[in-house]
């Protein structure tokens, strides 16, 4: 993965610097925008994209928006650098900078659209940019197979997210989203469980949420930085932020309140247990940040100002430890060529600096004080007692879920540098470039900094997120290290003392995880089992329809023919039962009798010679028809063409193999029947047009007009080449052509034929 | 008028004849390009002619409506008309490096033109008979581009198109031979008249269900789509392009033009019906596709999933629906016909289309990779490409109208086409080249490299442009789809709006004894 100093693919000074500058850049920018945000204001800007649907390209920076916005462009410029550490010298680094570099830019777009479908744009774009980004190891199958699975997984969310954002456009009478939710009775739409319903789907499957989560863990066969960015920090909050975009909309609903209540909760619960399990690192972390996810919709399904306050707050503290920490994981990675838990132990002496950011990242994950982890969580605490849902199952889900982060933070993040004993590892560790140590140093510091001042978040971007998700300013709860002593308090030493009882005894509790789960169906199994009966469905579908067989093909074309104009006949009464055949002549009764009879000998032929018999017959019959009917020039070209067709056909049967191997020639009942059945119904049809009056407007213009302007005496002539040149001048060229095509077709097949010799 | 509507038809006559003549010389693949450049160029005057004018209509031979031939184009026929000369310039320069000179000398470029000239026929007449005379031609000139190559192969895979295209054309004969027995005429606008005065309307439905069979076919659609995968993946490369990006548009051409203009007295059953034909046509042909493992065989069987779109968005009848249908035939062309020339460049340089066959197009040709992830992303409708706008519009349409599942199958087939399209994205870009080969585009002549790369990178281009100024095209497609709702203008200019009055007035008044 990464790559010595002697790879003559040295990474390129701009290819280096040029994503980091870039991305600092923007960080700055957004910077600047905290003084108007803070002040309450909204900065908007738009684009009338497509006008004639409404759609706009419509920007607005909010709190909220302007939170997401610092933490993606900061995480990623330090993910940049990072990452031209992380993969020096690896060839395709450049399309690897573009893609992080896209996806960054998608992923502000996210946050920043104020217009749904401006919105659903980048949402796609990040699903996109996160495919080629899990899939950039492209020679292992494995990556290939994840990358598809969240493409997948996330690209059906976002078509039910689609369908969603039309309806609520659809409903609310506006594109915008900062209008949207502000109009009244949206809740009391009859499309409104069907709308709310969609965007869900949308928001759990982007942000991992029960039943939608085994796609994350999975979605870690990208590079670190990758999974650091957006596996963790900024793209799979994009489904909590779209939550937390239409919090003030929807949070009075019991739909919203008890599907975020119970997902949220199912799968902060349900990933810590299964980070417990984990002995790869990067694995752990990968379920830590479902736990995360969770918490984070749990607590969204909740409209007190203690949830909102504690959302928003942990929502920073986790983009601040998890990008970190998977920095770290990265690092170690990186110097010691493993991540597996048991391998690793005493890096404390040979990486110190490593170890300070991982120690501090690890507290504030643990939630101990003075750390930002320890604010968060107390706020937490304090809104899930207060919970609109049911306070005691939103604490116990809390409490269970922080407990098992504790454990958690102490085996990945403490025992690689503090435990002793170090096994053999196949590199020999060192401290990393510091390329790689600027990002985890400095995102674990801020996790102090905050914690010690945390009024630096408090106005800044703590009150106008919750004075976005409320509604109403001025009701952010203070961020403080001490509330006196009190319930969340207490539940926090109760989480400490129950994460320090599980951290000691997790070894035997993984050993008892592993057997356990292991009876249990897995949903990543499920997805191959899915993605196989799909497959398989669609192959047998595919067989049954598309034989290969052109007798299927004829037999399936006919028979469509056959029950449409039959369904329609009967259902719109068209066919008329009764004719007048009174008037039909002796002479045309047996030339029709004859004709008929010809044909069923063509069917039933054994020899090609007595089907070109039977259908000359055919042929012939119907020009002596046209020759009663007074069209004796029809009738001629009629008996022409077939004379010339039986010519033709029999010097080519000269070549042809024998019609029916064995001689005997297989009636087949149901062509009869198909045959039998059109023609009885075009005679059925014929019969209601000839009942008809005929129109004669042009026979009339034509008789009248071609020789008093077209001068010619014969009128079919003159229809011919005047009145309708451009048709004579199209079937001369279809002549032409099939002379052509006739011409190549014979010349290419014995091209092939000598190019098979040779 | 009838010059500027009859250039972009009779232009590709003539190129044909001259190019059949040099088939044996150098110059007979200049001649064909500098004729598809031409034919664009006419295309392109037309174009400017209605935007200019509005609908313009002509007459041939001086025969005015309704007693001779006419050619009429709306903004939907003289764009189908750009949109053909755009593919006919891209597929002539492609078919330098693409064609041999062998085929060539069997007279591969007058056929290409001369389908060319059947697909714009089709695209301006005004007349019934008349787009079967189209017809004929395309499907003549369509089945010497199958066998020109001689394989096997290709002969099994043309029979079966000629055999089913030519029972959709007797089905469309026979339609015309009644349709002018109801009603005495063939030219489409006065037909929008008689067939209002026609008494024994549950028949006219009938015959109106026989069109739609028949175009039905041509189409694609469920379940009359057989010919097309048993073909497309047999012919050369730039025929399969040709054919894949405007042969089953004329169909869908066909059914909207026929269902918009002429047989609007019956839209409960019309509509119904080619709701599930859409529906059906949609799903089974992007299972199709995920029942494949050839580049081309899955292209193909994504035209049929795509042509369900189309026919949806005929099918809601609304003007949303419709500017949806407008939008995916235009998008459509551009992309599918360019994914097929890709497929053209990965069968030359990683040597196959077979998808286990080949591989390590990712690593090894980065700009191949980036001109296939454009349409094949635009054709899965990922934004911000042209195919999510035509999506979006569809399914907006759709849901606008409470059809749940309609929409739901849209979203689903999406999809599965995601599915099926990074199928080929994995399997032969991300996937090293099983043989361990390097397939790099210097595989290419520098000549090769240009006739075959420009043509794709040009489409890609147009391609990412309507994806990402959809407002610029919108109003056009807006106007198409409501010059098709309400064809006034369409029929004023065919009849001339004193015929168009007389001829209201008429119908005005049987509605009236009718009534008493």
Sequence with gaps: MGATSENPHQTGFLTAWVPVVLAAAIFAFFAGMIGDVSAGLAPEWSWAWLPGLDVALAFRVDGLALTFCLLISGIGTLIMLYASSYLNGHPEYGRFALYLFSFMLAMLGVVLADDIIALFVFWELTTITSYLLIGFNNAEAKARRNALQALFLTGAGALALLAGLILLASIAGSTRISEIVQVEGLTEHRWFTGTLILILLGAFTKSAQIPFHFWLPNAMAAPTPVSAFLHSATMVKAGVYLLARFHPAFADTSLWIWSLTLAGAATAVWASILALRQTDLKQALAYTTLMALGTLTLFLGQSDAYAMTGFITFLIVHSLYKAALFMVVGAIDHETGTREVAQLGGLGRLMPVTALAAALAALSMAGLPPLLGFIGKELLYAGALDAISAPVLVTAAALAANALMVAVAGIVALRPFWRGGVEALPKTPHEAPWQMLAGPVILAALGLIFGLAPSLLQDTLVAPTVAGLLGTPDMAKTLTLWHGVNLPLLLSGATLALGAAIYALHGSVRAFLITTLSRLPAFDNGWDVLINGLKRFAAALTAIIQTGDLRDYMRWTFLTLLVALVATGLLRNAFLWHFDLSDMSFAVAAILIITALAAVTATRATSRLMVVIAIGVVGVGVALIFITFGAPDVAITQLLVETLSVILVATVMLKLPRLYEGGTNPFRAGHALIAVALGGTMTLIMMGVVQGPLDLRLTEFFEQSAWVDAYGRNIVNVILVDFRALDTFGEIAVVAIAGIAAYALLRATSYHKKGEEK | ?516
């Design chain 2, 1 to 516: 008028m009838i010059w500027t509507l009859s250039a972009p038809l009779l232009l590709p006559f003539f190129t044909a004849i001259i190019a059949f003549l040099t088939r044996r010389s150098v110059a007979g693949k200049w001649v064909s390009l500098s004729g598809a450049v031409l034919h664009l160029g006419a295309a392109l005057v037309l174009v400017s002619a209605v935007l200019d004018q509005g609908v313009i209509a002509g007459s041939f031979g001086g025969w005015d409506a309704p007693f001779g031939i006419a050619l009429a184009a709306d903004y939907l026929g003289a764009a189908m008309v750009v949109i053909t000369g755009i593919i006919g310039v891209a597929v002539a320069l492609y078919s330098f490096a693409d064609i041999s000179k062998s085929t060539e000398a069997l007279g591969f470029h007058a056929l290409f033109h001369l389908l060319l000239a059947g697909v714009t026929g089709a695209f301006l007449t005004a007349d019934l008979f008349n787009l079967y005379v189209w017809f004929e031609v395309m499907l003549i000139s369509s089945f010497g581009l199958l066998v020109i190559g001689g394989s096997k192969q290709e002969i099994d895979g043309a029979v079966k198109y000629v055999t089913l295209n030519l029972i959709s054309t007797v089905m469309f004969l026979t339609g015309v031979g009644l349709l002018y027995g109801m009603t005495g005429t063939l030219n489409m606008a006065d037909l929008h008249f008689a067939v209002q005065e026609v008494e024994n309307k549950g028949l006219l439905s009938v015959v109106a269900i026989m069109f739609m069979v028949a175009f039905g076919v041509k189409a694609a659609v469920f379940p009359l789509f057989f010919w097309l995968p048993a073909s497309y993946h047999t012919p050369s490369f730039s025929v399969s392009a040709v054919f894949a990006g405007l042969l089953t548009k004329v169909g869908v051409y066909a059914l909207i033009r026929a269902f918009t203009l002429i047989f609007t007295h019956d839209p409960e059953l019309i509509e119904t019906v080619l709701l599930w034909v859409a529906v059906l046509t949609m799903v089974t042909g992007v299972l199709g596709a995920a029942a494949q493992s050839d580049f081309r065989r899955i292209l193909s069987f994504h035209i049929i999933s795509q042509i369900g779109y189309m026919v949806l968005g005929l099918a809601l009848m609304t003007p949303l629906g419709l500017i949806g249908a407008v939008f995916y035939l235009l998008h459509h062309i551009i992309v599918k016909a360019n994914l097929f020339l890709i497929s053209g460049v990965a069968n030359r340089i990683a040597g196959g289309t077979e998808l286990a066959r080949i591989g390590g197009l990712y690593t090894h040709a980065p700009l191949l990779a980036v001109l296939f992830l454009i349409p094949a992303f635009s054709l899965a409708g990922f934004p911000p490409l042209s195919g999510f706008w035509a999506k979006f519009i569809v399914i907006r349409a759709s849901l606008e109208l409470e059809m749940w599942i309609v929409a739901g199958a849209a979203l689903f087939v999406g999809l599965l086409t995601v599915f099926s399209m990074t199928k080929i994205w994995a399997e032969a870009f991300w996937t090293p080249h099983p043989d361990a080969l390097a397939p790099k585009l210097s595989r290419l002549s520098t000549h090769d490299w240009r006739a075959m790369m420009w043509p794709i990178i040009a489409l890609a281009v147009m391609t990412v442009i309507i994806g990402l100024f959809p407002g610029v095209f919108y109003p056009f497609v807006e106007t198409a789809a409501d010059q098709l709702l309400n064809p006034t203008a369409y029929l004023d200019a065919v009849l001339g709006p004193d015929a168009v009055a007389a001829a209201q007035s008429a119908v005005g008044q049987a509605v009236i004894v009718e009534g008493n």
